[in-house]
């Protein structure tokens, strides 16, 4: 599933951004494309149009918006995955998630409220 | 194990495992695993070591070792657990307090699973020996016991079924004996 997301957004021509073990954001991120976080040091609000995708071992602090999230990382903060949420093995979550599909693999953590369904109740309860 | 049609609505303690295949409606405590099967409709807290749900559940689930809803199961409450796996294609909505450790907070303590109720009662008042239940009183008249609700919600389905086996004998003297219930009801 996951690979063929990256086949597709290759085929789309979507811009893919990726931040590497030495890199470093911080702050505000509004981007069309997809975002992949492969170690280094991300922190702050990410507004993504495509996926993102947390790498094993990278930590992020942030709140993170995406159609389809995938973390094999650690992520602290609010969280909405348009699509889909996926948690790898070795996932850590801290924060509450809004999500339409969401899948959790064994291993994975997960502390904080789920709120599942589509997207038009987006709860301005707050 | 409870079939697609069995229903169960009340607490339960299990020692061992439970399967649930109907409708199932309370509290429920199990020391080994339980398992909702994908018929099952529950509305109930549930409490047990593996836990696996394939059906609807509405409750709280507490897993002291691991929760799998499955692409089939629905769960909406909030939960506590050990570890936790969620199939893709399936639902949940609630608060989720993962780790170890995080279970154990919640009410499945397996050996002192009738202690809760009585735990409120005995609130250290001076006088100890008036105390023993002023509030129970009034609603049940013998205060020896404070564990009596576990045992009561089983009782009026075991009364049912044991009026089913005598009717099976003499058909005539159960339905005469309710009768005359319903009679002094009406005539009230």
New interface residues.
């Given amino acids: 599933m996951e690979t063929d997301g990256q086949s597709d957004s290759k085929r789309d021509g979507q811009q893919k951004f990726t931040l590497g073990p030495n890199d470093s954001l911080e702050g505000k991120l509004t981007f069309g494309g997809h975002m992949t976080v492969n170690g280094g040091h991300a922190e702050g609000e990410f507004r993504i149009g495509g996926n993102i995708e947390i790498g094993n071992g990278t930590v992020v602090k942030a709140l993170l918006e995406a159609s389809n999230v995938t973390i094999k990382g650690e992520v602290e903060g609010r969280l909405t995955a348009r699509d889909k949420l996926t948690l790898g093995k070795q996932a850590k979550l801290n924060g509450d998630v809004q999500v339409r599909r969401l899948q959790i693999e064994d291993g994975a953590s997960l502390n904080g409220y789920v709120r599942m369904g589509d997207f038009e109740q987006q709860a301005p309860g707050s | 194990m409870l079939g697609p049609r069995d229903r169960v609505i009340g607490q339960m303690y299990i020692e061992g495992d439970l399967r649930v295949g109907g409708v199932l409606e309370g509290e429920v405590e199990v020391t080994g695993d339980l398992e909702i099967d994908d018929m099952a409709k529950v509305k109930a807290s549930l409490a047990g070591r593996d836990v696996s749900i394939r059906g609807h559940v509405n409750g709280a689930v507490v897993a002291r070792k691991?929760l799998i809803v499955a692409r089939s199961g629905s769960l909406i409450g909030d939960v506590r657990v050990e570890?936790?796996?969620?199939?893709?294609?399936?639902?949940?909505?609630?608060?989720?307090?993962?780790?170890p450790g995080a279970s154990k907070g919640a009410p499945a303590k397996p050996v002192e699973a009738p202690a809760p109720p009585p735990a409120p009662t005995p609130e250290p008042e001076p006088d100890a020996k008036v105390v023993i239940a002023p509030a129970e009183k009034p609603m049940v008249t013998a205060p020896v016991i404070p564990a009596p609700p576990v045992i009561k919600t089983p009782a009026p389905v075991a009364e049912v079924r044991v009026a089913g086996k005598d009717g099976r004998g003499k058909s005539a003297p159960p339905p005469i004996q309710r009768k005359p219930d319903k009679n002094k009801k009406k005539g009230r």
């Fill in positions: 691991r570890r936790l796996v969620i199939q893709d294609g399936a639902t949940f909505s609630g608060q989720v307090s993962m780790g």
